[in-house]
């Protein structure tokens, strides 16, 4: 039997909830409950007892076997004697130390309490990205940081900005916000809300964020009295402009976090636009997983004098990372998907899918196998979404089906395992995909399907990477599912003759021209893959 304290109950609606004097989360109680207990109504302040059960309406927890307390029995179950997980919750809260020495961090010129704070969360040792970048965001220059994920960029731009914002404390202006961080996909964005809360939960700091898929409106009240930092999605916050619910004249930092997808995305002309209404006096960071011409333009653009720090090759992948390659039919595709996941149990594995209708199907192809997936992509509410990523995260469900949404919004660190079901379009996103396994220092595996008519996608993505993927065979799926054949040569350059190229006679002695007609156009995917 639990106990807990009614907090707030309406008898015209008939329903309530009770704060467990255990912890945890308020439980709802219905009317209905109260009238199977014998009772008819319940006040703020009253003491119960009560079970929790599955509500039939609700399909969710709330209290059954409701019973109240006289003063008596209340203080005698509210005494220490009566509650040990109270007191064992209590002891563990003053027994909490620091997890480790972050004495480095202050070397890099941060205040002392953001310092502490991360001795608290475990921090030591900063790494590559977070060492260069910090000492330039403190002097106030604009910062072009590229690294791979997984490489604490997060810290690198959000530790410097807790600093700044600590030292040059301002009244927060209605409907405002002191910094601004853009993230291209939701789930980033609650991920670098969450650290943001982490290492601000000792300081005199509020944080919040705007995604698409949450209420607009709770969104607005939380901005109505400002706040020092706002982390959200380029779409949500245009509109919360639109509808007056926030203002950006007082915006003095603003971050762009993972530039290159927002571009990949398409929202290159929301963010012109939202810079445009920033304050000109203003720091400015981007960080990106890669580089490209596109992001070069941004920076001249809207950086001043940037300083550039990067830590890894552009548009590389991780080292520890082990890929293979397999050539498969797309008939078998699902059946070496089966394999994978059946011959790899209890491992966390994450499947990318080109689009959202090949995700949802390949959920139900697994659950005819008795294999439990879920998937996320831009159908999906947020609520559906967080969820599929809550159960992934607790081992509810080992395998993740998601589009490129997701590709840089998943920050679990015991992914071991990447499928690449499709080929992505752009051969950039085949870094961030694989970029979900093998995080800080971890090793992980990527495994990439390609089908005949994805030969081109798997060259690009070569080429970007810089090497030749290793091929492997599953038994009786990839063997003789494909003929082979070389990548063709490059084709010459220069002068010098050549007998396909150039002028003079041509077999049967057709000079170049004659013959009449087009030749018919051979594309890119009529050539054979590499074996």
């Not at 085949?430 to 990439?448: K, L």
């Amino acid at each position: 039997m639990l106990t807990g304290t009614v907090i707030w109950y309406n008898p015209v609606k008939g329903l309530g909830f009770i704060h467990p004097d255990q912890g945890g989360a308020d439980v709802f109680v219905h009317m209905s409950a109260l009238k199977a207990s014998g009772m008819k109504v319940v006040k703020e302040g009253d003491k119960l007892t009560y079970e929790l059960l599955l509500d039939e309406k609700t399909g969710k927890q709330a209290a059954a076997n409701v019973t109240v307390l006289k003063k008596d029995e209340a203080a005698l179950l509210t005494s220490t004697s009566a509650h040990p997980k109270v007191l064992k919750e209590k002891k563990k809260e003053r027994a909490v130390q620091p997890q480790s020495d972050a004495c480095a961090f202050a070397e890099l010129g941060l205040d002392d309490e953001i310092v502490k704070a991360l001795s608290f969360l475990g921090y030591s040792v900063p790494t590559a990205i977070q060492e260069q970048a910090i000492p330039s965001v403190l002097l106030g220059r604009d910062l072009v940081g590229l690294a791979q994920t997984g490489t604490g960029k997060t810290a690198a731009f959000g530790l410097p900005l807790i600093h700044q914002l600590l030292l040059k404390p301002e009244a927060l202006k209605p409907r405002s916000a002191r910094a601004l961080i853009l993230s291209p996909t939701r789930e980033l964005a609650l991920q670098i809300h969450d650290a943001f809360v982490s290492f601000g939960k000792r300081l005199p700091l509020n944080f919040t964020h705007a995604i698409g898929g949450a209420p607009i409106r709770k969104q607005m009240r939380d901005l109505a009295k400002g706040v020092d930092i706002l982390v959200a999605t380029p779409g949500r916050l245009e509109d919360l402009v639109t509808q007056k619910g926030l203002r950006l004249d007082q915006t003095k930092f603003l971050i762009l976090d993972e530039a290159d997808q927002m571009l990949d995305i398409g929202f290159l002309p929301a963010v012109r636009r939202i810079v445009g209404q920033v304050s000109k006096e203003r720091q400015t960071l981007l960080f990106s997983a890669t580089m490209s011409k596109e992001i070069k333009k941004l920076t001249d653009t809207y950086l001043t004098d940037p300083v550039q720090v990067s830590v890894t090759p552009e548009n590389s992948t991780v080292e520890k990372i082990t890929q293979t390659l397999m050539h498969l039919t797309k008939q078998n595709k699902g059946l070496a998907l089966q394999r994978i996941v059946s011959e790899n149990p209890r491992k966390r594995i994450i499947v990318f899918s080109r689009t959202k209708h090949g995700s949802d199907k390949m959920v139900k192809w697994l659950a005819t196998q008795d294999i439990k997936a879920d998937a996320i992509h831009g159908n999906k509410s947020q609520g559906q979404r967080q969820r599929a990523l809550d159960d992934f995260k607790k081992g509810k469900t080992y395998v993740l089906i998601a589009t490129d949404i997701a590709a840089r919004g998943i920050d679990i660190p015991d992914i071991e395992i990447v499928v690449n079901f499709d080929l992505p379009n752009v051969p950039e996103s085949y870094v961030h995909r694989i970029g979900r396994t093998a995080r800080a220092g971890a090793e992980g595996r990527a495994i990439a399907f390609c089908a005949p008519d994805e030969h081109k996608q798997l060259w690009d993505i070569e080429k970007i990477i810089k090497m030749d993927i290793p091929v492997v065979e599953i038994q009786g799926l990839t063997s003789n599912a494909i003929p082979t054949f070389d990548k063709p040569a490059p084709r010459r350059r220069g002068g010098g003759a050549n007998p396909k190229r150039g002028s003079g006679p041509r077999e049967g002695g057709k000079p170049r021209g004659a013959g009449g007609g087009k030749k018919p156009f051979k594309s890119g995917a009529n050539r054979g893959p590499r074996r």
